[in-house]
C-alpha cells in the first residue's frame, strides 16, 4: 500500500522501465491513495497506463479557486479539469472526491461542482462532511473563528456517526443547516454517477 504512489515521477518512470525488461505482463492496479492533481502531469498518467493502472482517484476536495487557495491545495480549478478531462480521454476509470464544509464554499460553488461530475463520465464521486484534525492550521483557524458542536475526542473517535452531521459553525462558512442540506444532495449526485457508470463502463 502506497498513499502516493505516482508523487515521484522518476520512481514511476524506473519501475516502468523494470516492468518492460523483467517482461512483466500487464497487471491490473487500483491506486487506492490516489494521484495528486496538483503533482500529476501527462507523464505521470501515461507512465501509469504502461504499469496497466486502469482506476484512479483525485482527492479535489473543492471545485472553487478561493477554497482551494485557502486549504493550500496547489490547484486551480482549470487545472482539476483539464487533469480529469486528460484522464478519461486516456482511458482511465476515474474517481472523484470532495468535501464539503469548508470556509468560503457556497451553496453555488456546490452547484458548481454538481454540474461538473455530471459533465463528464465520472466512473464514481463521494462528498465527505469536514472532519478538523487536531494540530492543523484549519483546526486553529476555526477555534479561532467559530464554535465547535462536539469536542474532538467525540468526533476523531466515531468517524461514521459525525459523516453526515456538521460539527461546528465558522465565518465564511455555510451554515450548519446549509451544509446538512448539502451532504444530502451531494449523497443523491454520488448515487445518480454510481447508476449512470453502470451503464457508461457496461457493468450491468
Known sequence: MDDNFAFDVIRLRRIAELYEKENIQ??????VGGVRISSA????LTLLKRLCVYYISFGVESLSDVVLRFIKKGTTEKQIEERVKEAI???FKVRLFFIIGFPYQTKE?????????????IYQVRFFNLIPYENTELKDWLDENGTFFYLPSEYMNDFKRYQDIPIFEAKYTMSAEERTEELKIADKVANLVKERSKFLFDEL
Open 41 to 44: 502531469t501527462k507523464e505521470t
Open 26 to 31: 500487464c497487471i491490473k492496479l487500483i491506486l
Open 89 to 91: 480521454d486516456m482511458g
Open 109 to 121: 460553488s456546490m452547484r458548481k461542482t454538481y454540474k461538473f461530475v455530471l459533465k463528464y463520465p
